[in-house]
């Protein structure tokens, strides 16, 4: 049985690095107004029908670990796909085969250095200990390297924490969420050589300032590739973190990056074809327009429109479901062509 929470429970679950510098001066940040509903269940909240027991391989200690390359490997976004629904069925039914107590304190963990394994262990800093979550596999081209740090996989874990606080009451997962937001905080700081891990980015258009979590971030500035459906997981993360301490600065920044996600959408959506999967001429190259992520991109969009009670995501989204409608009718078309001349 897998420890529900195990990820982020024990000593494998975080590192640390220093805090970076001040957020940089500059242009007007772009943001909205948006009247965020904090009502609502976590955006993560997924339904299911009966208990929720998929087969997934783990460690001794019952950390869900990945079959990657020959490799086993701790990935943080798989264990969350894997962890969210037995945290919904856990809360129906109490069916869930996980157990929900930690067995280590994690705030500790995430404090001392020594209690990280290696494959884990942050930089030492003079500043405050951010928990990071690495990625410990190459798995795009470019990058930083490996380990590397995923926003997508920050904001994951974030909204884990925050749930397993909902779910159990235990205060020590809500102030591992309080470390892992602070990750949110740094920023890569384009002066140093060696700039702690960041995944928030900026980037200015004119005297506005866009604000986006990046997936995959990356030292080059011409391998920048602005995922949006990684960066929507992020700000997911932010959300779930606003619900459940009311912080002003992640309010901020929820609004800063809803903002960007808004003014954004040209930059991947494909009149009558699925959307782009990042917003950079070099993630087209990369890793143009697949249907499936189109379809899940739209799904995204309507919950976000939920959370952020904005119109203009959920037309953003009607947009993209016509699209691809457009494309299937389209390739159904072509099919039946090409399945005439046979037989022709």
Same mark, same amino acid.
């Given at each position: ?6 990820? /982020?429970?024990? /000593?494998?679950?975080?590192?640390? !690095? ?17 009247? #965020? ?6 955006? %993560? ?12 391989? #783990?460690? @001794?200690?019952? #950390? ?9 490997? *701790?990935?943080? #976004?798989?264990?969350?796909? &894997? ?5 919904? $069925? &856990? ?11 930690p067995r280590h304190d994690p ?41 590397? %740090? ?36 740094? *920023?890569? @700081?384009? +002066?140093?050589?060696? $700039? ?16 986006? !979590? +990046? +997936? ?8 920048? $590739? ?6 929507? %997981? ?14 002003? &600065? ?5 609004s800063r990056a809803l903002a ?16 782009? %999967? /990042? ?31 904005s119109a203009t995501f959920e ?7 016509? @699209?691809?409608?457009? !494309? ?10 090409? +399945? @005439?001349?046979?037989?022709?």
């Amino acid at each position: 049985m897998a420890a529900l929470g195990a990820l /982020g429970a024990t /000593g494998g679950a975080v590192a640390g !690095f220093a805090l970076g510098r001040s957020w940089p001066l500059g242009p007007n940040w772009v943001t909205h107004d948006f009247d #965020v509903d904090l009502g609502l269940a976590s955006p %993560y909240v997924i339904s299911y029908e009966g208990p929720y027991e998929p087969e997934k391989q #783990v460690d @001794d200690d019952g #950390v869900v670990i990945t079959e990657y390359a020959g490799q086993r490997v *701790y990935h943080p #976004v798989n264990a969350s796909w &894997y962890l969210f629904p037995q945290l919904h $069925s &856990y809360e129906i039914d109490g069916s869930s085969s996980a157990r929900l107590r930690p067995r280590h304190d994690p705030v500790p963990a995430a404090r001392r250095r020594e209690a990280l394994p290696p494959r884990v262990r942050g930089r030492r800093g003079t500043g405050g200990r951010i928990p990071v979550v690495p990625v410990p596999l190459r798995a795009f081209p470019g990058g930083n390297g490996v380990p590397w %740090y995923s926003g997508m996989a920050q904001g994951m874990m974030l909204s884990h924490m925050v749930r397993m606080h909902e779910v159990t009451g235990e205060g020590t997962w809500l102030e591992t969420a309080h470390l892992i937001f602070n990750s949110f905080r740094h *920023y890569r @700081d384009q +002066e140093a050589e060696n $700039s702690a891990p960041w995944f928030v980015s900026f980037h200015d258009e004119g005297d506005r300032r866009f604000t986006t !979590f +990046e +997936e995959y971030p990356s030292s080059d500035p011409g391998q920048t $590739s602005h995922v949006a459906n990684g960066n929507i %997981y992020a700000i997911w993360g932010v959300y779930d973190y606003l619900r459940a301490t009311e912080d002003r &600065y992640a309010r901020t920044l929820l609004s800063r990056a809803l903002a960007t996600l808004q003014e954004s959408f040209d930059s991947y959506r494909v009149a009558g074809q699925p959307s782009l %999967y /990042g917003m950079t001429p070099w993630s087209y190259t990369t890793w143009s327009n697949p249907d499936g992520y189109h379809r899940g991109v739209t799904t995204q969009l309507r919950r976000t429109a939920a959370l952020s009670q904005s119109a203009t995501f959920e037309e953003q989204a009607d947009i993209l479901e016509a @699209d691809i409608e457009a !494309f299937d009718q389209h390739r159904a078309q072509e099919a039946q062509q090409a +399945e @005439d001349l046979q037989e022709s």
